[in-house]
Structure formats: structure tokens, C-alpha cells
């Protein structure tokens, strides 16, 4: 079974650093599109910024030049490197993936497999 789990979420102080990670389990394709998504209260999910195998990724204009994504060599933990947090960076952050033949959209509706969501608090 496919897995996504969150970690690392908490609360930080504005203009602080959080990582988020998230462990994917079960996943066997060889070309896949992961990304991070986040939810503010009363708003849409947005994508906040997305990978595929080659390594290329895209950001949200709200976030580039802040934040990282990245993956490990093994492919096992995707991680969000948060940098210059700002208290409109709150919302819960949910990792998301799909298997993928090069592409990678932004729509959440595009993505099959999501981690629970883990909760970032900036003040």
C-alpha cells in the first residue's frame, strides 16, 4: 500500500525556519510527480511547490526564494525546507504524489495519493 506521511510541522516565529518531511512508502514507479500543497483556514488548497524524477521543480510566486523542495537520493523522503516564514505561510501542509510520465500540474485534483497533513504555525 501507498503511503505518505508528514512530519516536522510546528510553530515558528516570523522570519524563522521549519523543515517539513514527508516519507513515501510503497511507491514503485520509476518516474512519479510529488509535491506540497498547503490549506489555510476558509481557503483553497494551493500547490506550494513541486518535483518530478528529472528533478525539476516549480515554486508558488508566494514562496519562491524561500522555500526548497527536495528529495533524497533513495527517493524515500521528500522534504520542505521553509525559510523567512511569514504569518500568511500558515496553513496545514499536505504532501501529495503521483506515478507520472513526465508531467507534473498543479491542480490538487490531479494528484491520487496524499500524506495526512501536518500543521505549521507561524507568529
Known amino acids: 500500500d501507498v503511503q505518505l506521511v508528514e512530519s516536522g510541522g510546528g510553530s515558528a516565529q516570523a522570519g524563522g525556519s521549519l523543515r517539513l518531511s514527508c516519507a513515501i512508502i510503497g511507491y514503485t514507479y520509476r518516474t512519479y510527480c510529488v509535491a506540497w500543497f498547503r490549506q489555510a483556514a476558509g481557503k483553497e488548497r494551493e500547490v506550494v511547490a513541486t518535483l518530478i524524477g528529472d528533478g525539476s521543480t516549480t515554486y508558488a510566486d508566494s514562496v519562491k526564494g524561500r522555500f526548497i523542495i527536495s528529495q533524497d537520493n533513495a527517493k524515500i523522503t521528500l522534504y520542505l525546507q521553509m525559510n523567512s516564514l511569514k504569518a500568511e505561510d500558515t496553513a496545514m501542509y499536505y504532501c501529495?504524489?503521483?506515478?507520472?510520465?513526465?508531467?507534473?500540474?498543479?491542480?490538487?485534483?490531479?494528484?491520487?495519493?496524499w500524506g495526512q497533513g501536518t500543521q505549521v504555525t507561524v507568529s
Open positions: 501529495a504524489a503521483r506515478r507520472s510520465g513526465g508531467e507534473c500540474y498543479h491542480n490538487a485534483s490531479w494528484f491520487v495519493d
